[in-house]
């Protein structure tokens, strides 16, 4: 294995924090793995990684040398990619997550036509509403739905995903419309749990220019985007979620707009990846795609 492809075997080790996961990734046995690590740390002469029977972890000369590893990768990849044509196929396997019901209503219908555009692209989407870690999972790109927090990923901001208030015409037959804040305490509301934290989400809008929450009374809680949705085409309570998420249901009148005056703050939406510098060709092709087609449910700002 030549220099090159040790500082690859190691990027991977530290990206995922696993000699399995990275073996796994890369296609390779994970003795090979291990005995990259073994090489590596042999020719530098310093100890790059932590080993213990549950977790690989970085040590300090490892940090160092992972970010000058990342460089001579993409300055690599840059100068083989030089001399060859403009119009030449990106090609690999990506690996990107996006919450659930994004992958299942947008992306997933809409992935024969990149995958007929670039055939030497293989994808494994992952779909999920849990937070997936880019650098344990090995995940190439995310996309995020929420405000971000600081964690040193690289972020493409999209837009802003409009939220509408909606409730079925059983319950709304039976408990009457609302029509403001003002009439929520004598409604329900189907819960929303986050599936990584278990915090259960308040019901929120704006109202001249300031963002106001309050809790409803509720006897459903769900920690899914299905469960939520299905819970209210039952009849089970109020709930607020993305406009493209229940455009059919809407369209079908099975599901009523309420309080259209009083909406939340519309949430943003971004495409996060690890490093600037190491922005493959294929990732590349994949957020040119993807970007418009998401685009088209987004506000922009």
Known sequence: MDRIDLFRVFVRVVDSASFTRAADTLGIPRSTVSAAIQE????????LLHRTTRKVSVTHDGTAFYARCQRVIAEVEDTENLFRKAGSEPTGRLRV???GRIGRLIIAPALPEFLERYPGIDIEL??????????????????????????GLIARPLGRLPLLNVASPAYLARFGTP????????????????PSTGRVEEWEWVEQGEQRT??????????????????CLAGS????VPAYDIQKHLEAGELIDVMPGYRAEPMPVALLYPHRQHLSRRLQAFFDWVEPLLRQHLLQT
């Not at 309570?237 to 607020?240: E, T």
């Open 40 to 47: 590596l740390e042999g020719r530098v002469g310093a100890r």
């Open 97 to 99: 997550d996006v919450p």
């Open 126 to 151: 992952g779909v999920t509403d849990r937070a997936v870690s880019l650098v344990e999972d090995a995940v190439d790109s995310v996309l995020r739905v929420g405000p971000l927090s600081d964690s």
């Open 179 to 194: 029509r403001s804040p003002k009439d929520l305490g004598a409604h329900w509301a189907v819960n929303y749990a986050s």
């Open 214 to 231: 309050m809790p409803v009374r509720s006897r459903v809680t769900v920690n899914g985007a299905e469960a939520y949705i299905a819970c």
């Open 237 to 240: 309570g109020l709930i607020q």
